[in-house]
C-alpha cells in the first residue's frame, strides 16, 4: 500500500514549465547578501556605479566560488575572474552590513516622510484640512 501512494504522488505533481531567469541566483552564502552591481549600459561602462558600491562594501564574486552559475561570455578582461553577465557583475556583502544599509536608508526616507508631513502641517486650516492621519481602521459588517 505504501509503494501505491508514493508512486501516485509523484505522478499527480508535475513540474510547471516556467520561463528562465534572465540572472540566476548563486547558491546562498551563510552570512552574506548577494546583488547584481550595474557594470555598464547599452555598452557604455560605468565606472562611477562600480566604484560606489565597491566604497559602500561590495565585493565582487569570483566565478570559481560559484560554479553552478553558468557564464555566457566573459565581456571584459578586467573581470575575467568574476561573475558578469549582461553587463551586471555578482557582488556580495556581509548581512550585517546590507543590514545597516537598508536601516540608513530605511530611516533617511522615515525622515523624509515627517518633513513633507510638517510641510503639509503647516499649510493645513482646520476648515479645508490638507492632511489626513495615515492611521487605517478595521470595520466589521453587521451580517444583516
Known sequence: MAENRNSREMTARK?????ASLLPDPNPEPGYTFRWVRMSTMNQADPMNVSSKLREGWEPVKASAHPEIQLA???SD????NVVIGGLMLCKIPTEMADDRDAFYRTQAENQMRSVDNNLMRENDPR?????????????????
Request: without cysteine; charged residues 35%.
Open 73 to 75: 561570455a566573459v565581456e
Open 78 to 81: 578586467k573581470h575575467r575572474d
Open 128 to 144: 479645508m484640512p490638507l492632511f489626513h492621519e495615515r492611521k487605517s481602521k478595521v470595520t466589521f459588517g453587521t451580517g444583516t
Open 15 to 19: 513540474r510547471r514549465w516556467a520561463p
